[in-house]
Structure formats: structure tokens, C-alpha cells
């Protein structure tokens, strides 16, 4: 988002093609083979019995770290000389292929303070992967830097890793990209960073651009995949597709829609094919996980992603309440329940406006706690409670705010898409003399002009929102429809149903 340096590429990529691989430029450093160019055609694996709900889950870092690799291994070269598809270049890898390549030379490791062990909430990533021997000698981090607690929207500055004394160049600073100078002597870059499932959540961005820095560098990428928090189910993604001509930024630089029910390495699969990138890609996968699969079925911790997403409740209402950072009500930051609730001092009581919304059916019910609550039939797997909170963090910092708290009851019926747009357009129904749009600026975006745009992704919700709220409501399953990505996707998942 806005004029933020990203080194040689721009912050959208569409319609292009990097540049080719240096396969073999004299005084460039060797890239190992960590994987052969013979592998055989296959489909990504099933994990079968272990991929059952309640099974042991390990991430892309576990194997590694243990040096288990095995079969799963799925390596794509997209747009290099074997010139075939992803279904065909989904390869069998041999333990010792990955060893010779990934504990041996010199890598980069793009990663934070949330990227840590399944089996063990508390190792780091990167600890896990130095102690196995695997020679580090660059970090590289995202937006918030690698303690991931940076402000949001915060340019970061280079930093040494307390952890591993490696150097770390920030990848949300002075450029986006690793420069082509740190990887010339680079065997290449290992990416590790969780992920939670919004278009507009920044990480995927920056796996993007590190994509191309890859490709254009002729260095490999593995990508040790995490699991999508809030579920790989494709029927449950949710657009808009994102515009990228006229709203593509570092909250998006391809067309996916804003709940892309992906993991990283899926995606990642998917940018390479799209763009035409010449880049050697390995998906080192995760184990024991289907795509109905959210967080709490791994029985495994949340580790917060970053400072306002603390727990998987907040990355599944994150697609719905983040719509509102391009407003005058808070999302909840500086409160212990941020991307939950959502208020403002001027708000009226839920049921002076939430069940009086035209365009949409919304009823109160007396829960047996005897606090009341509000549900629509036309917005399933949720209810929405009155809320009162604090923040500590703008707008409305050190005020007191009302509004009305988001509770799942159903997340695979929930859609936070559809939830977000339809409570924006009931408030600014009817508060038409205190909401306001405003900007937000972040060092990607040093105005914040356009930040609505940005984050649902198309130009002409918010005209309709503002002049009859209420056919928006009834046309959301038309704009927010997202049939075609699911076909689209498909040829690129790594994990079965």
C-alpha cells in the first residue's frame, strides 16, 4: 500500500512474469538439488488414519527439525524448462534428497516469534531448525518484526535476533523484499510464519514478495506449511475476489478473495502458478490436518500471530470486524477481546438499530444466562451480544465504548464476510449523523486514504452502502460469491477433506 520501496518489484503483481532463474550465472553461489527434476507425477498425499480430527498434528518445521522428510514433499517448478502444471510436479521426495539440500550451505529464514514447534509450543522455528543443523546465517521479518509485538501498520527496522544473534532485515521498513545483494550468497529461503486466513492479513504479502525476490534471485523457496486456523474448507471462502488494478495493495497483489481458505504453502502453489514465476518451490506440509479442520480441533495452543490477534475467536471474526478499521468505531483493538466486538461512544443499544435493520431479518432471544442476545437467519453460526468496553488503543483510546460483541456458535456455518458488511451497513443505516469513514495510515499506506477499498477489495460496495444500504444486504451472496476461486484453487490444495 502506498509508496512503501519494495526494491525491483511493484506492490501489486498481475499480468506479469519475473524474471528467469539464474540456473547457472557465473559468480553466483550453487543451489543445492534439494529436490530432483525426475521426481514422479503424483497428487499431493493423503495423510489418511493420521489426518483424523484429534489427531497429532506437526507442522512444515517439525519434519525438518527432526529430520523426518518423507514422501509428502511437493515441489512445484512452474514456468522452469520441464515447462508442466502443478498436478504433474507434485513430487516424491527421498529423505536424503531434502538433507543434502536444506542441512547443508547457507540460508535465509523469513519468520517471527509466532512461528513455533507443534511439539513443543515453546521452541522458536528458527531455534528448532539451528539446533537440527540447519545453516542459518539470515532472518528475515514481516510486519510487526520478528518479536511479531510491533505496532500494527509500524515501518520496522533491521534488528539482531536475540534468540540466534543472526541478523534480521525487515521486510516491512525500507523494502519489502529481501534484497537481491542478501541472497546472492544465499543456497536459499526457508519461510516460516503462521498465517490466519484473511486476504488483508499482511503475511501472505510478504511470502509473496519473497516469491519473486526467489525467482528473479534463481534461489529455491521452502515454505514449511502451518495449518489455516479458521478452516481449508473451500465452500466456506468468501470474496469479494480482490480487484487488483484498482485496489490492490500490501493488503492484497492478487486476485483471492478476502476469506481464501488456504495455507500458506497452498497459496503459495497458487501465486507461482498465477504470476508465472521460474522459482524452484517447496511445500514441506503439515501432518495429521484435513481442511474442515479449525484451530481448536489440533488440540494445540494458539500462539499469538501478532498484537491484536491473541486467540483463533479473534482471527475467525477478523475477516468481519477488520472492515471497521476504515471507520470512526473500534475493532476491539487495546481490549482483551480484539476483532470480537466492535463500538463507539455513539453507539445506540443493539436494539435500536441491530433489529430494526432494513434488508436484513434479525431477532432477539433471552439466552439462559438471562442476557439477551441477537440472531438472523441470514447470518448463521453467530449471535451478537451488547457490549461495553475500554480500549486502549485509537480510535476511542481511554473512552468508553458500547457496541455489541460477535459469538460464534457455529464456526463452519459462520461467514464473517457477509457478518462484517451487514453490521457496517445496519450502523451506518441508522447513525447516519455520527459514522464516518476515515483514513488509515500505516507505513505501507502513509496516507490511508482508500483503507475500505483496500480491505473488501472492490470499488462499489461502499456506493452502494451509502445510498440504499438496504439492497446491499440483499445482493451480499451475489458480491461476496467465491464458486469460481474454489475451481481455481483446487488443482493446488496439499490436504485432503
Not at 508442466?84 to 527421498?94: H, K, L, N, R, S
Not at 534488528?159 to 541472497?183: N, Q, W
Not at 514465476?277 to 484435513?290: A, C, F, K, T, Y
Not at 500471530?305 to 475467536?313: D, Q
Amino acid at each position: 500500500m502506498g509508496s512503501m520501496t519494495s526494491g525491483s518489484g511493484s506492490e501489486t503483481r498481475e499480468g506479469t512474469s519475473a524474471r528467469k532463474s539464474a540456473l547457472a550465472r557465473p559468480g553466483t553461489s550453487p543451489r543445492p538439488d534439494i529436490s530432483p527434476r525426475g521426481a514422479a507425477p503424483r497428487k499431493p498425499s493423503d495423510p489418511g488414519a493420521s489426518g483424523r480430527p484429534g489427531a497429532q498434528i506437526r507442522f512444515g518445521v517439525d519434519a525438518v527439525a527432526a529430520r523426518t522428510l518423507g514422501d509428502a514433499v511437493i515441489t512445484d517448478r512452474l514456468g522452469s524448462e520441464t515447462g508442466i502444471g502443478p498436478d504433474a510436479v507434485a513430487g516424491a521426495e527421498t529423505d536424503a534428497d531434502i538433507r543434502d539440500g536444506l542441512y547443508r550451505g547457507s540460508w535465509g529464514m523469513v519468520t517471527n516469534d509466532a512461528a513455533r514447534c507443534a511439539e513443543n509450543a515453546e521452541l522458536l522455528s528458527r531455534k528448532a531448525l539451528v539446533d537440527a543443523g540447519v545453516p542459518l546465517t539470515q532472518l528475515f521479518s514481516p510486519e510487526h518484526g520478528i518479536s511479531r509485538y510491533g505496532a500494527d501498520g509500524k515501518a520496522m527496522d533491521d534488528d539482531t535476533d536475540p534468540v540466534t544473534g543472526l541478523p534480521v532485515c525487515s521486510l516491512y521498513g525500507k523494502t519489502m523484499r529481501p534484497p537481491a545483494e542478501m541472497l546472492e550468497p544465499l543456497s536459499g529461503v526457508i519461510f516460516d510464519i503462521p498465517d490466519v486466513g484473511s486476504r488483508f492479513y499482511t503475511y501472505i504479502w510478504t511470502l509473496s514478495h519473497v516469491m519473486e525476490a526467489c525467482a528473479e534471485a534463481g534461489r529455491p523457496l521452502v515454505v514449511l506449511d502451518r495449518v489455516n486456523p479458521v478452516g481449508g474448507d473451500l465452500c466456506a471462502a468468501e470474496g469479494p475476489v480482490l480487484d487488483v488494478a484498482n485496489c490492490g495493495s500490501f493488503l492484497g497483489r492478487a486476485p483471492i478473495p478476502v476469506r481464501h481458505s488456504l495455507t500458506a504453502g497452498e497459496l503459495a502453489r497458487w501465486l507461482a502458478a498465477h504470476w508465472n514465476l521460474e522459482l524452484d518451490l517447496i511445500v514441506v506440509p503439515v501432518e495429521g490436518w484435513r481442511r474442515t479442520m479449525h484451530w481448536p480441533e489440533t488440540g494445540l495452543p494458539f500462539v499469538p500471530t501478532s498484537p491484536a490477534m491473541p486467540s483463533y475467536e479473534s482471527a475467525l471474526c477478523y475477516p468481519a470486524t477488520c472492515l471497521f478499521e476504515a471507520t470512526n468505531l473500534s475493532a476491539g483493538r487495546g481490549t482483551d477481546m480484539p476483532f470480537q466486538q466492535i463500538g463507539a461512544p455513539w453507539l445506540k443499544l443493539p436494539e435500536q438499530w441491530l433489529a430494526q435493520t432494513k434488508g436484513i431479518s434479525i431477532h432477539k432471544e433471552t439466552l439462559p444466562d438471562g442476557e439477551d442476545a441477537w440472531l438472523s437467519d441470514q447470518l448463521p453460526g453467530v449471535r451478537f451480544r451488547e457490549a461495553r468496553f475500554t480500549p486502549e488503543d485509537v480510535p476511542w483510546k481511554g473512552e468508553a465504548c458500547r457496541g455489541i460483541r460477535l459469538e460464534v456458535t457455529d464456526p463452519a456455518a459462520f461467514r464473517p464476510v457477509r457478518t462484517g458488511l451487514a453490521l457496517l451497513t445496519a450502523i451506518r443505516q441508522h447513525h447516519p449523523e455520527s459514522f464516518r469513514w476515515k483514513t488509515y495510515p500505516t507505513a505501507a499506506n502513509p496516507t490511508g486514504e482508500g483503507h475500505f477499498e483496500r480491505l473488501i477489495g472492490v470499488t462499489d460496495i461502499r456506493p452502494i452502502l451509502e445510498e440504499d444500504p438496504a439492497t446491499l444486504l440483499r445482493s451480499l451472496s451475489g458480491c461476496l460469491d467465491a464458486s469460481a476461486w474454489q475451481k481455481e484453487a483446487e488443482p493446488f490444495l496439499c490436504y485432503p477433506k
